[in-house]
């Protein structure tokens, strides 16, 4: 067996490590929310959505990677617009829950994610702009069969390449990655500031969590958004393109492609380790069925409830 059908045969077993992963952890943080009593968190739930509609996909990207792309334009268009729209969302969510905590720490203020209609209204108005961002690769993305090569999934853009690949690089690139990136930049940094000077140790134990994912984010999505930028440059023109340096790029974004799809299962994770609430809960739950004893769960202390009163920015940290 050559070294680029076992380099196939390893990411067909991450992409179902990732798969299973996810979808366990991400169930487990929507029961959680669900089961707690102290106010449930719109934006957890959303976010535990959009990385399980992700996950879902990830059975049909293996198998494209060991026969090629063997399935219908429809379906290529399918899979790729959850891709992009969990992406968008993930970081637009994670903006969001940056602004509350900014507005409820640095300015004392009363949230708008104490009221439920407001987070809901907003959380659903996030995947409607993520949806209106992924909407060019679900317009252009169509199966691809070479006499000579194995089927792809790919974008079919036509004579206006150069126009339509500024669209879907650069315009998405800058308001679905880059400018919540800045904000949740400048959100984080002041309230990390304020925390110190408060001297605020609950609220400390909450922002690990937050950074924690924002930091996981970043180093999932970051390469491959770099890397993005590198095949875009090429594609227009500004750096030179030659063989080399495509196939360079080309295994470039097929790596950091897969160090982003790992973000789908991270955040339980970090809920976990991390989250004294999260894992409060989920051993809660477990001593109501049995599973662990009370004994057990007074163990592991009571946790600390910290931002808006009602809990809807989230209830796992």
Request: one cysteine or more; glycine letters at 6%; charged letters at 15%.
């Amino acid at each position: 067996m050559d070294t680029e059908t076992l380099n196939k045969y390893a990411v067909v077993v991450i992409y179902a490590l990732v798969f299973l992963l996810s979808l366990l952890g991400n169930s487990l943080v929507m029961l959680v929310v669900l089961y707690s009593r102290i106010g449930r968190s719109v934006t957890d739930v959303y976010l535990a959505i959009a990385d399980m509609l992700f996950a879902l996909t990830l059975p049909i990207w293996a198998v494209s990677k060991v026969k090629g792309w063997i399935y219908s334009t429809i379906l290529c268009k399918m899979v790729s617009l959850l891709k992009e729209v969990n992406f968008y969302s993930s970081i637009l969510l994670l903006a969001c829950i940056s602004v509350d905590r900014y507005l409820a720490i640095v300015h004392a203020t009363r949230t708008l994610t104490q009221k439920r209609h407001w987070v809901k209204f907003i959380c659903l108005g996030i995947w409607a702009l993520s949806l209106i961002l992924s909407l060019p690769i679900f317009v252009f993305r169509k199966a691809f069969y070479p006499p000579n090569s194995s089927p792809v999934c790919y974008e079919d853009i036509g004579v206006n390449t150069t126009r339509w690949r500024m669209v879907m690089r650069v315009l998405p690139q800058t308001f679905g990655f880059l400018l919540p990136l800045l904000v949740m930049l400048f959100c984080y940094g002041f309230t990390l500031r304020t925390l110190f000077q408060a001297h605020m140790g609950q609220k400390h134990r909450a922002m690990r969590v937050i950074f924690a994912v924002v930091l996981v984010f970043l180093l999932c999505w970051l390469p491959y958004n770099l890397v993005l930028v590198a095949d875009t440059f090429m594609r227009l023109g500004v750096i030179k393109e030659t063989c080399e340096r495509r196939n360079d790029i080309g295994r470039a974004l097929d790596a950091t492609e897969i160090l982003g799809f790992l973000h789908s299962c991270l955040n339980p994770l970090i809920y976990a380790f991390i989250g004294q609430k999260f894992r409060h809960g989920l051993l809660k739950i477990m001593a109501i069925h049995g599973l662990v004893s009370k004994e057990f769960l007074a163990k592991d202390g009571k946790p600390s409830f910290v931002g808006s009163s009602s809990g809807n920015t989230s209830t796992t940290f």
